[in-house]
T-cell receptor
Framework: GDSVTQMEGPVTLSEEAFLTINCTYTATGYPSLFWYVQYPGEGLQLLLKATKADDKGSNKGFEATYRKETTSFHLEKGSVQVSDSAVYFCALRPRGYSTLTFGKGTMLLVSP | GAGVSQSPSNKVTEKGKDVELRCDPI?????LYWYRQSLGQGLEFLIY????????KSGLPSDRFSAERTGGSVSTLTIQRTQQEDSAVYLC????????????FGPGTRLTVT
């Protein structure tokens, strides 16, 4: 079945450091790919998405590129802030289906 | 406008009791989803409703779990004879339609079974 694997956390960085959170997936066909973020005490929010190969999703300084050849959708940010501290979830939605399959989440902790 | 709301925000129950969790989706959203977030398991799909179609129950972990959606709006997830392994955060999401529309998540209900 479909699955999403993302790097285990926590990822601990200093403010202004470069961030990469790895995400790879297994799916039949070409799913849509998503990154969701969960800030402390809040619900899940969509951060960015990509619906086809080579698409780049971007939002709030975060980027991820849909790489079909490596079945990956790594999340990157050039300079993290303390306010980026949260849990990040990679997810896929198979084409023609509605429900999301999530990775286990990666906690990011950014210190001043 | 108002987002997805869930109630209660926290629920503590004794093993063997039944619980009901409620979800109010965003007005006008035809699709509604239930997920479960537990330690070590991440986020798991439970059940999905779309309009008047039969729900997709493929993610329900056992027959102790059921859900209904009345009038195409509010949904209730019921867990009968709760077990300790049911302890988790139960998340509800809604979207305008099934494909290509963002799922908006509620804040969740934290269920603790003692």
């Amino acid at each position: 079945g479909d699955s999403v694997t993302q790097m285990e956390g926590p990822v601990t960085l200093s403010e202004e450091a470069f961030l990469t959170i790895n995400c790879t997936y297994t799916a039949t066909g070409y799913p849509s790919l998503f990154w969701y973020v969960q800030y402390p005490g809040e619900g899940l929010q969509l951060l960015l998405k990509a619906t086809k190969a080579d698409d780049k999703g971007s939002n709030k300084g975060f980027e991820a590129t849909y790489r079909k050849e490596t079945t990956s959708f790594h999340l990157e940010k050039g300079s993290v802030q303390v306010s980026d501290s949260a849990v990040y979830f990679c997810a896929l939605r198979p084409r023609g289906y509605s429900t999301l399959t999530f990775g286990k989440g990666t906690m990011l902790l950014v210190s001043p | 406008g108002a987002g997805v709301s869930q109630s209660p925000s926290n629920k503590v129950t004794e093993k063997g009791k039944d619980v009901e969790l409620r979800c109010d989706p965003i007005s006008g959203h035809t699709a509604l989803y239930w997920y479960r977030q537990s330690l070590g398991q991440g986020l798991e799909f439970l059940i999905y409703f779309q309009g008047n179609s039969a729900p997709d129950k493929s993610g329900l972990p056992s027959d102790r779990f059921s859900a209904e959606r009345t009038g195409g709006s509010v949904s209730t997830l019921t867990i009968q004879r709760t077990q300790q392994e049911d302890s988790a955060v139960y998340l509800c999401a809604s979207s305008k339609e099934t494909d290509s529309y963002e799922q908006y998540f509620g804040p969740g209900t934290r269920l603790t079974v003692t």
